[in-house]
């Protein structure tokens, strides 16, 4: 037990150390980023390269007037652009958790069905693999309309969309992981007669978690896009497509509110990541092999 006990402290030191190395290279990495935006910036306009695109103040404005347009208001009184875009963002969000909650839920159950029939399998993930190929502005608007006719409300339209694109890696990951089970335990359970329910809760599941978290880290990330990209045909105000859009449009005169709108739907991409990673090491902490 005296040793158990002193070796907590070592290892809450040592994450905390870990976790104060990555935020050092995190703030290095933004500075490196920094100096190699404007360090191009610079070279482009001196040289006045024009390949692959024009450098210019508007194509690449300073960062430091991107972060200062968030202390600008949109109109003279009104609020800061930090306000609009974080209640665009708030608004973006439940849209994308809406889709990954249910992309993630059809791509597991997918996954499941799928690893337990052969022909179901050998049928079935062609045209899995397929759907991902369409482009997504074709099948957005066909969602929107198609959902809009049946009296859906256009953020669960919206949320479909990030569905579409949050299910596929869940269930092909999902489907490898319910693979990789080690045989030596898949004969003992079999040898003790467990049927298939409970190989599939005790054994299969528990394999795959690492499989399934990799893909709900992918899924995170793409489900903010789904989101932004559905918010377009879906004509809804309020959210981070609607913001790019609107800004697209003043990007000539303003430039720096555009690039400051992306750089928030990275930031939500970036958290719900996160978000996943934290969920990722409560649940493979308990794993019984780190119990032990």
């Not at 306009?45 to 347009?69: G, Y």
């Not at 974080?86 to 969000?93: D, K, S, W």
């Not at 319910?178 to 030596?184: E, G, I, K, M, N």
């Not at 899924?219 to 609107?246: D, H, Q, R």
Request: aromatic letters at 10%; hydrophobic letters at 55%.
């Amino acid at each position: 037990m005296s040793a158990i006990a002193a070796e907590q402290p070592r290892d809450a030191r040592a994450a905390a150390a870990r976790g104060a190395l990555r935020a050092v290279l995190f703030v290095a990495g933004l500075a490196v980023l920094w100096g190699l935006w404007e360090g191009y910036r610079w070279i482009g306009l001196r040289e006045r390269w024009t390949w692959p695109f024009t450098v210019s103040n508007v194509n690449m404005p300073h960062i430091h007037k991107i972060l200062a347009a968030y202390n600008q208001p949109l109109q003279p009184g009104g609020p800061p652009l930090r306000h609009y875009l974080y209640h665009n963002a708030i608004f973006t969000a439940k849209e994308a958790l809406a889709g990954f909650a249910l992309g993630a839920i059809v791509g597991f159950f997918l996954a499941v069905v799928l690893a337990h029939s052969t022909i179901l399998r050998r049928g079935l993930v062609p045209y899995i693999v397929a759907s991902q190929t369409v482009p997504l502005l074709a099948i957005a608007p066909m969602v929107v309309v198609g959902l809009g006719t049946k009296g859906v409300t256009p953020w669960v339209s919206v949320a479909v969309i990030a569905a579409y694109l949050t299910f596929f890696p869940v269930a092909i990951n999902t489907l490898r992981g319910l693979h990789a089970v080690d045989p030596r335990a898949l004969e003992l359970m079999r040898s003790y007669a467990a049927g298939r329910w409970k190989i599939l809760w005790r054994l299969r599941v528990p394999a795959s978690l690492p499989f399934v978290f990799s893909a709900l880290k992918i899924s995170a990330t793409a489900s903010v896009i789904g989101a932004i990209i559905g918010e377009t045909p879906a004509s809804l105000e309020g959210g981070l497509g609607y913001a790019i859009v609107n800004f697209n449009q003043y990007y000539t005169i303003q430039p720096a509110n555009l690039w400051a709108t992306i750089i928030v739907c990275a930031l939500l991409g970036i958290f719900l990541f996160i978000a996943v990673s934290v969920v990722e090491l409560l649940v493979l902490k308990r794993a019984p092999e780190h119990v032990a």
